[in-house]
């Protein structure tokens, strides 16, 4: 079990790391396609910043963690909170059909969790 685990457990806080730092880009540049939803939870576009700093640590969190188990789930925690807090501002402006991509990547970081706990 414990290769393979370790195996998942890279491809996973890899993807996941991937999808934070895109997710980051786009905050940083403004991009069109996510200031809307930003101005959906009445999340200020000039928080937009702080919020690419916090996927950023937490995609290089996962991808030290790698490396050193206690920084991943670090990690790990702080991205399945990071995106719980998405699904609530989500649900506190009663948008619910915004907030499957939310739900998906917290069910992700918890999968990444599990993984690396699993792992080491």
């Known amino acids: 079990m414990g290769v393979e685990m370790f195996i998942a457990t ?9 999808v934070l730092v895109m997710s980051a880009r786009g905050k940083i540049r403004k991009d069109p396609s996510i200031v809307p939803t930003m101005e959906t ?15 950023i640590a ?9 490396f050193w188990w206690p920084v991943g789930v670090a990690a790990a ?4 909170l990071y995106f719980v807090g998405a699904v609530l501002a989500h649900v506190r402006v ?12 917290a069910a992700v970081a918890v999968a990444t969790l599990v993984l690396r706990l699993l792992s080491i």
């Open 58 to 66: 937490g995609a290089v969190g996962l991808v030290v963690g790698l």
């Open 77 to 80: 925690i702080g991205v399945v």
């Open 41 to 55: 939870v009445r999340i200020p576009e000039d928080k937009l910043p702080a919020l690419a700093s916090l996927e």
């Open 94 to 105: 009663k948008d619910f059909s915004g907030i499957g991509p939310s739900a998906v990547l």
């Open 10 to 18: 890279v491809v996973v806080s890899i993807l996941l790391a991937a």
